[in-house]
């Protein structure tokens, strides 16, 4: 039959057939399934929070090029009780100096809030776990975790051992932590126990079962006397749908479940771990463990973030603060030197930014809609339901706004420095200063490698936009100034100052002293206007000084410039000093 004309010939699905790859598939098994017909949890909700735990300083630490310095380990921990976070693994100190003095610092310096459970990981031998529990001497509340091997792939390549004798080693290393806890600990330490059949995801569930039994014979779980009991996706491997059937599983054949502690750790090796831990909540689990951001080994351990916000954006309370969600992340940056990628749910430079005009104009109307939905209803846009086209969260309950995110959605992985620079010298960066000056410290370590060490980024900090007595780089150095201002608010700038090393008297009238300064240099042959200025406080107290941020356009260059002084007005002129002399290096 001939084709209609103007009309495209229709295309079959059969012209989109896919066709084989030639990668070795049949190198690879598929997961099992497990035989659960009436199952439960598809129908269930999370209408409450779970158990947290982060393991941010152990299982995210060790994922670390670089592992975390004492300090930046402290300051991780620091944020994660500012956080909330009740339950925090701090590391495993057994397997080195390090882990163990950071254990024992926290303890003899008293950072532990009574109501906050540290956890420590240990394997199953006998030196390593008396050295483990030594590690939590003084404790008001302490953990300890311990593991070993239970798939079959370890039990035969690694271990060479049978069922019998793996569960052995579960059940006699519960024995000699309780051992060692009744010796080491006194009355004053709240002591658990937890125990993880790795890699659960690849052990068959009647043995996972088996052993846990095993080591529940143990301990003795009753009233007061919880086990946990961690089964750990060490490996990703199936859907999340599997995932939660082993959970299940094992949830409904555990016995003294009502003492049992069921945590879900999962790693991200398929992508699906958010998924995962969420649907082996929803089948029985009561707490989570992961890491911020996701860190962790491979493709990284579940995400806290991402988990902790889901909820939030269903109307559930995490019980986790997030609300400064961008200082969570430079924290995070900092300590584990990698950077939170700009697309990251929630938390990325990105996630809260339209490019599309369509998208921009829907979101324009959501924002008019909810402040009209508001007023109607005589409340506040923050006491009636969120409902903005593309924005699941309303940015600013995060310490966003959907404005400023647009401002400066170039400014990905810039937090580590951002942060290096509030934290330690209180100056809080402008958004775009922060991508002028990353692009300085990128050009250093391109040029020399290796990393950029704090006291590093400071240095080249000075050197770039301070000039002072010891280093007097630059065409302009300030001395002295005054201001005085008429009747009608018309400011005159008196500045004593030294211009290409000579003495001189520089002499402006604006509608400010910014103004008149700009007039003054104008008058020298310096042309420059300003873009933006902020200014803040670095301290409390009547001696504070202020930090003065001005963007300035300069013979065609956009530069930024900083001045620090007790007095407002001066540090305002040398923020611009610092920005013409950067001009003319």
């Known amino acids: 039959m001939s084709q209609p004309v103007g009309r495209p010939t229709p295309v079959t699905n059969a012209t989109h057939t896919q066709k084989p790859s030639r990668m070795p598939v049949h190198k690879y098994g598929r997961y099992e399934a497990v035989d659960i017909p009436d199952r439960t949890w598809p129908e269930k909700r999370i209408t409450k929070a779970p158990r947290w735990l982060s393991t941010d300083l152990r299982d995210g630490n060790q994922a670390l090029i670089d592992p975390m310095s004492p300090a930046r380990k402290r300051e991780m921990f620091d944020l994660l009780v500012r956080m909330g976070y009740k339950e925090i693994e701090v590391g495993f100190p057994s397997s080195g100096e390090t882990d163990f003095n ?54 035969r390549v690694v271990f060479r051992g049978s069922r019998e004798q793996v569960k052995q080693i579960a059940v006699d290393g519960t024995r000699l932590v309780m051992e060692y806890a009744d010796k080491i600990l006194g009355d004053e330490t ?33 009233d007061g006397r919880e086990i946990i009991l961690n089964l750990p996706a060490t490996v990703e491997r199936s859907t999340p749908s599997t995932h939660a059937d082993r959970f299940e599983w094992m949830s409904r054949n555990l016995s003294r ?21 969420e649907l082996a909540i929803m089948a029985g689990a009561d707490r989570i463990e992961g890491c911020l951001f996701g860190q962790g080994e491979r493709t990284g351990n ?25 200082e969570i992340r430079r924290t995070s940056e900092y300590c584990n030197q990698m950077e939170v990628h700009p697309r990251h749910p929630y938390a990325g430079d990105l996630v809260y930014t339209a490019f599309s005009g369509s998208h921009q104009d829907a979101i324009k109307k959501g924002f008019d809609a909810m402040e009209a939905a508001a ?13 903005v086209p593309y924005l699941p969260i309303d940015p600013k309950d995060v310490g966003r706004s959907y404005e400023a995110v647009i401002r400066v959605n170039s400014q990905s992985g810039k937090g580590g420095i951002a942060y290096v620079l509030k934290n330690d010298h209180k100056l809080d960066l402008p958004r775009r200063m922060q991508i002028e000056f990353s692009k300085i410290i990128q050009a250093k370590t391109d040029a020399e ?63 400010g002293p910014i103004s008149a300064f700009f007039a003054a240099l104008q008058a020298i042959g310096i042309d420059v206007r300003l873009l933006d200025y902020q200014e803040h406080t670095m301290s409390e107290g009547a001696s504070a000084q202020a930090a003065s941020y001005i963007e300035c356009a300069i013979d065609g260059k956009v530069l930024w410039g900083i001045g620090i002084d007790a007095n407002t007005t001066r540090a305002s002129l040398k923020a611009v000093v610092s920005a013409v002399n950067r001009a003319a290096r």
């Open 102 to 155: 950071f254990v024992r610092s926290i303890i003899e310096e008293g950072a532990v809030p009574e109501d906050v459970t540290i956890s420590v990981l240990t394997q199953a031998r006998e030196e390593l776990i008396e050295r483990t529990v030594e590690s939590l001497r003084g404790a008001h509340r302490a953990t300890v975790h311990l593991y070993n091997a239970t798939a079959p792939v370890f039990r």
């Open 190 to 222: 709240v002591f658990g126990y937890q125990y993880s059949p790795e890699i659960f995801t690849d052990t068959e569930l009647d043995f996972a079962l088996e052993v846990c039994e095993g080591v529940m014979d143990v301990w003795q779980p009753e």
């Open 257 to 277: 479940r009502e003492h049992v502690c069921l945590s879900v750790h999962p790693h991200n090796d398929r992508g699906t771990a958010v998924a995962a831990a």
């Open 302 to 326: 579940v995400d806290l973030v991402t988990l902790g916000m889901n909820l939030f954006s269903q109307g559930v309370d995490p019980q986790i603060d997030f609300s400064q969600i961008d």
């Open 375 to 387: 007023a109607a209803a005589g409340k506040t846009v923050d006491d009636i339901e969120w409902a």
């Open 449 to 511: 490698g290796g990393e950029v060490t704090p006291k590093d980024i400071w240095s080249v900090f000075q050197d770039e936009y301070l000039p002072n007595p010891d280093n007097p780089w630059g065409r302009i150095q300030l001395r002295s100034g005054q201001t005085t201002t008429d009747k009608d608010g018309t400011d005159t700038l008196t500045v004593e100052a030294v211009v290409d090393g000579a003495e001189t008297v520089l002499t402006g009238v604006g509608n």
